[in-house]
């Protein structure tokens, strides 16, 4: 437990939909905490594990702002990545929201021990964690708006019947907010691109009748080198999945090559 590795808590992590996350300090004085590491858990599993080297407080506006935008579908370079985005979701929605933990020591320390602490827990929502490498580059980090849009599309999809692995390890769970309404940032209106932000996180997708994953890499690729030309076309191109039939699962997508003339050799 964080508690036998000096960790108190010191607030409460909690989702008010459609997009809303915040997070309350229950102990004043750790606003002004810092150099510091915090964490989020929920139920009994940390899902998060950061540092701050300015104060405890500053650090939570910054998640409050950057994960709620991501959630509402809102992507930045740098900022929350999709998969971080839905899987918080899902996680705080399931637990009725999370606990906040904090540990301060020096900035030396905080280094030292934050590198520790992500290899002992292996959180599922941080992007250096040992299982966030098995998801592909859209599900670790937002390095450009249109794919991490495209990739929030396929999470949000339930038509798709598309779920992501539950890393608590209970099975694979439908997002339940998706019964409440339309989910934020789906609907197909262009993205803002901004910079600044802080990393995401882990899971891998899986379909009810099998794996996509190998499908999904390969379609992220091809939205990926179709960007440079004439990205919002080629995406709405190539976003076409559709469920198969006979007994199997099939995504079948179309490249419209004529887009991609022009193009250096290696992004062929």
Avoid at 8 to 18: A, H, L
Avoid at 166 to 186: C, Q, Y
Avoid at 197 to 203: D, T
Avoid at 213 to 225: F, V
């Amino acid at each position: 437990m964080l508690e036998d590795h000096g960790f108190v808590r010191v607030g409460r992590v909690t989702f008010q939909p459609p997009s809303t996350v915040a997070i309350h300090f229950d102990r004043r004085e750790a606003e002004s905490w810092g150099p510091a590491i915090f964490a989020f858990r929920m139920g009994d599993k940390v899902m998060r594990i950061g540092k701050t080297e300015s104060t405890l407080k500053s650090a939570m506006l910054q998640h409050e702002r950057l994960h709620s935008m991501a959630i509402g579908g809102h992507f930045q370079k740098g900022g929350t990545n999709p998969w971080e985005a839905f899987e918080l979701r899902r996680s705080l929605i399931e637990h009725g929201g999370g606990e906040l933990l904090a540990w301060r020591g020096s900035e030396t320390d905080v280094r030292v021990k934050k590198r520790q602490l992500v290899r002992h827990y292996d959180p599922p929502l941080n992007n250096d964690s040992q299982c966030a490498r098995s998801r592909p580059a859209e599900g670790r980090r937002v390095t450009d708006v249109v794919p991490a849009l495209a990739y929030w599309r396929l999470l949000n999809n339930p038509s798709a019947g598309f779920r992501v692995s539950d890393p608590l390890g209970k099975g694979d769970h439908h997002l339940r907010a998706m019964s409440e309404g339309t989910i934020p940032g789906t609907s197909g209106e262009n993205q803002t691109d901004e910079s600044d932000g802080i990393g995401g996180k882990s899971s891998g997708l899986t379909r009810n009748e099998g794996s996509i994953c190998l499908i999904l890499s390969t379609l992220m690729s091809a939205i990926t080198r179709c960007r440079r030309v004439n990205s919002w076309l080629a995406c709405k191109r190539l976003f076409w999945a559709l469920p198969g039939r006979a007994g199997g699962a099939v995504v079948e997508t179309t490249v419209d090559h004529t887009l991609m003339r022009g193009s250096e050799p290696h992004d062929r």
